[in-house]
Nanobody, 122 residues
């Protein structure tokens, strides 16, 4: 059974930082691209960042480029999202996802975590 478990969310002031983690089990982690998406209340799920199964190929939404960094540790079956210079508009539930390609589109991802709440106060 595939499981993706996010952690590291919380409440932070604007300008602060958080690092999210997503621990994967039940799948050949190194063979999957990983993505981070987020969903704010009453909004659609939106792409944040993705990383290919070969570390080094990363992709970001324009809204987070230069502030967020995605990385992975295949030995630990974990993907990370380092979030710096956080803004109130970054407030959302953040989800990690596993799929065959590092796309910005949610549908091709095969597996999803339950999400972790990130709240940025002004």
């Amino acid at each position: 059974q595939v499981q993706l478990v996010e952690s590291g969310g919380g409440l932070v002031r604007a300008g602060g930082s958080l690092r999210l983690s997503c621990a994967a089990s039940g799948l050949p982690f190194s063979g999957y691209a990983m993505g981070w998406f987020r969903q704010a209340p009453e909004k659609e799920r939106e792409f944040v960042a993705a990383i290919s199964w070969i570390p080094g190929s990363t992709y970001y939404a324009d809204s987070v480029k230069g502030r967020f960094g995605i990385s992975r540790n295949n030995a630990k079956n974990t993907v990370y999202l380092q979030m710096n210079s956080l803004k109130p508009e970054d407030t959302a539930v953040y989800f990690c996802a596993a799929g065959r390609t590092p796309t910005a589109i949610p549908a091709p991802y095969n597996y999803w975590g339950q999400g972790t709440q990130v709240t940025v106060s002004s």
